[in-house]
């Protein structure tokens, strides 16, 4: 919807003001804190992206995953038996298998994350972003998280933001994806918010 998005106007100091305001808005405490925080906890891919990942540091990573909150404090949180985990596991494509397979022993059904097509500076030809994803998932990632071509942001290419974004849907089969923006490399709150409408309009 090319006409709608050409429209998209963002007024940035109000969104500015508005950002000022929620940091003024009051923090919960006490057990509803300590019920926010082990939600946040469920919530979090447990991540490593270094160029020196290790099958071993990848096992430890996924013992963190299972165990990510000591289990003396859960118990005195009496939320020891409610089986707190992360919410995945995400390692490059080549570590995907090296986590599932430490997951699976370890007898939990975490979910295994890998980012693709060409994180993080998404500078990778399309065909082999394409790959890169089929073989995440081949190697058993049940998420992909792609990033997107920035260039095709900064120089308005909407309808090539679109495609591409289809086409890794696409290549993610039953795997579920989710679109790293890089909102600090996009120019504006404008692009930020025409990249986001098109990604969701890309599935």
């Not at 081949?138 to 290419?157: F, H, K, N, W």
Request: aromatic share 6%; with cysteine; charged share 20%.
């Amino acid at each position: 919807e090319l006409g709608w998005i050409s429209k998209v106007h963002v007024n940035g100091p109000a969104v500015a003001r508005h950002a000022e305001h929620i940091k003024k808005w009051r923090t919960v405490r006490g057990n509803w804190q300590a019920a926010w925080l082990l939600k946040a906890v469920t919530c979090i891919d447990l991540t490593t992206l270094s160029g020196d990942d290790t099958p071993s540091n990848v096992q430890r990573l996924c013992f963190k995953a299972k165990h990510p909150i000591r289990e003396d404090l859960l118990k005195a949180l009496d939320m020891h038996d409610k089986g707190i985990t992360v919410g995945a596991v995400c390692v490059y494509p080549a570590r995907v298998s090296d986590a599932v397979n430490t997951l699976k022993a370890a007898g939990c059904n975490i979910p295994v994350a890998s980012v693709a097509a060409g994180f993080p500076s998404g500078q990778t030809p399309l065909e082999s972003k394409l790959t890169e994803i089929r073989l995440a998932v081949e190697y058993g990632a049940r998420e992909v998280d792609i990033v997107i071509s920035r260039s095709l942001v900064l120089t308005g290419q909407w309808e090539g933001l679109y495609e591409e974004i289809r086409l890794c849907r696409t290549a993610c089969g039953e795997a579920h994806m989710k679109t790293i923006l890089a909102t600090g490399e996009l120019g504006s709150l404008a692009n930020v918010y025409k990249a986001s409408m098109i990604a969701m309009m890309a599935g």
